[in-house]
């Protein structure tokens, strides 16, 4: 097996892994989205769009809460397509999803002024012109609907201040490393500078009743086994994605976190919590005349 092919399969664990751990806390904000998404008469969203769905865990979400609503679901990588279709089966709500589509973000096969929610969750921070972005999804929602932007909020933690290994305070170097990775990453696309808050660009995309919300991703000690793969998985993108931005003797104290044959192995220790936050930027198209409909359908795959 290539090494990369290992390390496909590695991200797309990973990627599983998280939808897992994620999942309490994207229900909670699924919730309350439908809840503030309700229509006069009490129905909720009735089509609701995954940008860069992943393993599926939000569309997956939102096929349970807005039922006999229709949820579509969209990434790039046919890959993660499949693992949600598998996730959506599994949970017995394949019915409720009326596609997974092999789509990029500037290409989406949705017709404007189609949707009830658009929510895009860690898509547009990657992407050249994020402002254009922002302002293309904006363009897919009905009058009231919603676009969600999930971004900012806080980064993963799970070491104590002092691990007893190394220098005290490693968490807050990896959160300075990871900031240089990300300012080095958006400077790689070559974009223009988005020099204002996530609420700001939803603004300016024409948006209104900007909020934002925060929600707590958490796996209590002792971390049961998908909390100790996202451990794991934290630290060892560190090794993986940070390269010289660690000094040195960081770099050795996570590779010593992450040997097993290691007396300082994470996974001997029971005093580890993981906690992050995910912070929802939600924007509502201003109400109008309704957009007519065209048919057929979006194209789904």
Excluded: K
Aim: charged fraction near 25%; glycine fraction near 10%; charge should be negative.
């Amino acid at each position: 097996m290539s090494i990369d092919h290992r390390l496909a399969e590695w991200w797309l664990t990973n990627l599983e892994t998280s939808a897992r751990f994620d999942a309490p806390w994207v229900a909670d904000a699924v919730a309350w989205l439908v809840e503030a998404s309700g229509r006069p008469g009490g129905s909720g969203p009735q089509r609701v769009l995954d940008v860069g769905c992943g393993a599926g865990g939000a569309a997956c979400a939102f096929a349970e809460a807005v039922a006999p609503g229709v949820v579509v679901g969209f990434d790039r990588d046919p890959r993660l397509l499949a693992i949600a279709r598998r996730r959506a089966a599994d949970a017995g709500i394949a019915g409720h999803v009326l596609g997974w589509s092999c789509a990029a973000v500037d290409a989406l096969p949705v017709e404007p002024g189609s949707a009830d929610v658009v929510w895009a969750a860690g898509v547009v921070h990657h992407l050249p012109d994020q402002q254009a972005a922002i302002g293309a999804l904006a363009a897919l929602l009905r009058p009231g609907g919603r676009l969600v932007l999930v971004e900012g909020g806080l980064p993963v933690r799970c070491l104590p201040f002092d691990i007893g290994l190394g220098r005290v305070g490693l968490e807050s170097r990896l959160d300075e490393a990871r900031s240089r990775w990300f300012a080095d990453m958006r400077g790689e696309l070559r974009g223009p500078p988005l020099p204002y808050g996530w609420p700001e660009a939803l603004r300016r995309a024409g948006l209104v009743d900007v909020q934002a919300r925060s929600f707590l991703a958490e796996a209590p000690p002792p971390l049961d086994d998908i909390g100790r793969q996202v451990a794991e998985r934290h630290l060892r993108s560190a090794l993986t994605e940070l390269d010289d931005r660690l000094a040195p003797d960081d770099r050795d104290t996570v590779a010593r976190l992450l040997d097993p044959d290691d007396a300082a192995y994470i996974g001997r220790r029971d005093d580890l919590m993981v906690t992050a936050v995910r912070t929802l930027n939600v924007g509502t198209a201003r109400s109008g005349p309704a957009h007519r409909r065209r048919s057929p359908s979006p194209s789904v795959q």
